[in-house]
């Protein structure tokens, strides 16, 4: 704790910016994983539900896993229910999910600019807190009158702390960016595909047997007198 309080003090207040940004950045992270986290599974679980489902003709059943579906696909699968009771052809069907589930994909995507920019930035901030030691040490010397290479290294020293911390925290956040972006692009495919899938699901539905019958649909009855 000590040694951390002297780089603290070394690198004064530009260290604690970068020290912000990098749990800002791992918050983004975590936050992001745990979101993700299952997700794919439960997608492929319920595309293998909704095509078993359709094959054995249990409407109701499709209806009620559409309405269960994790992370905002439940308004995406029921968009396509509604057009699939109004005999939309399959495009029509995918055409009105894709609308929707690109909002959830949005959703899912969420943080990964901003993890981004806080890697981009990281390095800025230590080589700007560089700069600001180098010109404290700068002062100092000319209020001392006191030169010489040790006074110059010391504080020169002591600002480059800024900048090595800005680099470490710029290759943490390139790392952690790609292997989110790689999770989540993941569960994107996942998604996409269940919307395809779930348009060719819905587009074979017995629909007819969710309509309720007319008047006009119903047998004549028989009159008595006849």
Do not use: Y
Request: net charge neutral; hydrophobic share 50%; with cysteine.
């Amino acid at each position: 704790m000590d040694r951390l309080q002297k780089l603290f003090d070394q690198g004064g207040p530009t260290l604690i910016v970068i020290a912000v940004v990098a749990a800002v950045g791992c918050a983004i992270f975590f936050e992001r994983m745990l979101t993700v986290r299952g997700l794919v599974g439960q997608v492929r679980a319920l595309d293998r539900r909704l095509r078993d489902l359709v094959a054995a003709g249990q409407v109701p059943d499709v209806l009620a896993a559409c309405n269960q579906a994790p992370a905002g696909l439940a308004t995406v699968l029921n968009r396509g229910v509604e057009a699939a009771l109004r005999r939309e052809p399959r495009d029509v069907l995918l055409a009105q999910m894709n609308r929707e589930g690109r909002r959830v994909i949005m959703s899912i995507r969420r943080g990964l600019g901003l993890m981004a920019t806080l890697g981009t930035m990281s390095p800025f901030l230590g080589l700007f807190g560089t700069v600001l030691g180098v010109m404290e040490a700068l002062r100092r010397i000319g209020e001392t009158g006191a030169s010489g290479l040790d006074v110059v290294a010391g504080g020169v020293g002591e600002a480059l702390v800024d900048t090595a911390a800005g680099i470490l925290v710029a290759i943490a956040m390139v790392l952690l960016h790609q292997f989110l972006k790689a999770q989540l692009g993941q569960a994107v495919l996942e998604v996409q595909l269940l919307i395809e899938d779930a348009a060719d699901s819905l587009s074979r539905l017995p629909v007819d047997s969710l309509r309720p019958r007319t008047g006009s649909e119903e047998a004549p009855r028989s009159n008595g007198g006849d």
